[in-house]
């Protein structure tokens, strides 16, 4: 079944450790987006990708980064985690093609800061 | 400053009765949302959409009525069922947009 998958569901890593989140496709969309979702919170747009371009939210903090080497796969890379980092992470894909078209999401990565 | 805004946190139904869920948004530019339905360790799955041209959307049990003048839409399931129960979160995007802004969601607990 095409899907989003994410790797790895459950994260946990210590203040100032860098950390790498994982996310891959096989629905072939050129769009990949990361959200940040605190709970009982709407999920928060950090960044996506549109192909190759990346486009980042004004709010989102230095400390995420972003990473889409090729059409499948996308990164998110948190250089320095802070407490307020623990988050569930959503992966969503989409395709952009002069229509209204839905996010597909991926199941999340729960981000533990210890 | 919330664009999106689902006021109820949570609601409660009685299985094979209506659930209704509420949505509004602020920004006029918005022409076209969405209904995701959120399980517990899962991602949130699409539900239903609506185009700013219509006011109604019906998919089986699900129907999502949008009034523009009053920047609010709604969510119907009939009748609800135990599955149901989910956290629910309305979406909206403009102009064919990469973006969707997303509410906060409401917690549907459907009763047997």
């Known amino acids: 079944d095409a899907m989003v998958i994410q790797n790895p569901r459950y994260q946990v890593t210590q203040f100032g450790k860098p950390v790498t989140l994982s996310c891959s496709q096989t629905?072939?969309?050129?769009?990949m987006y990361w959200y940040q979702q605190k709970s009982s919170q709407a999920p928060k747009l950090l960044f996506h990708?549109?192909?190759?371009?990346?486009?980042n939210e004004a709010d989102t903090p230095d400390n995420f980064q972003s990473r889409r080497p090729n059409t499948s796969f996308c990164f998110l890379d948190i250089r320095s985690p802070g407490l307020g980092d623990a988050a569930m992470y959503l992966c969503?894909?989409?395709?952009?093609?002069?229509?209204?078209?839905?996010?597909?999401f991926g199941p999340g990565t729960r981000l533990t800061v210890l | 400053d919330q664009q999106v805004k689902q006021n109820s946190p949570s609601l409660s139904v009685q299985e094979g009765r209506i659930s209704i869920l509420n949505c509004d948004y602020t920004?006029?530019?918005?022409?076209?949302f969405l209904w995701y339905k959120k399980y517990p360790a899962e991602g949130p799955t699409f539900l239903i959409s609506?185009?700013?041209?219509?006011d109604k959307n019906e998919d089986g049990r699900f129907t999502v009525f949008l009034n523009k003048s009053a920047k609010h839409l709604s969510l119907h399931i009939v009748p609800s069922q135990p599955g149901d129960s989910a956290v629910y979160f309305c979406?909206?995007?403009?102009?064919?947009?990469?973006?969707?802004?997303f509410g906060p969601g409401t917690r549907l607990s459907v009763l047997p």
């Open positions: 990708y549109y192909d190759k371009d990346f486009n």
């Open positions: 609506i185009s700013s041209i219509k």
């Open positions: 979406a909206a995007m403009a102009n064919y947009g990469q973006n969707f802004v």
């Open positions: 629905l072939n969309h050129n769009v």
């Open positions: 920004n006029s530019m918005f022409d076209y």
């Open positions: 969503a894909t989409s395709t952009l093609d002069g229509s209204y078209n839905e996010q597909f």
